[in-house]
């Protein structure tokens, strides 16, 4: 039997190995990289607005 010690690490590293899995599988995705270096580029550039204002675009589009 493990102890709470040794449950605790393995409950780390099963987390840390699902977080890799998941950023292995989004650099894999060559869209969503592209839009994210995209967002990365406009963020820099000040190109950004405040969620409420996004959200009310949304909804003023019908989108949502």
């Known amino acids: ?37 995209e967002g990365e580029k406009d963020a820099k550039a000040k190109r950004v607005r405040r969620y409420e204002e996004f959200v009310e675009e949304l909804k003023a589009s019908d989108e949502i």
Do not use: N, P
């Open 1 to 37: 039997m493990l102890d709470d010690k040794q449950m605790d690490l393995l409950k780390k590293t099963r987390d840390l190995l699902e977080e890799l899995i998941e950023t292995l599988e989004i650099t894999e995705d060559v869209e969503l990289t592209r839009a994210i270096r």
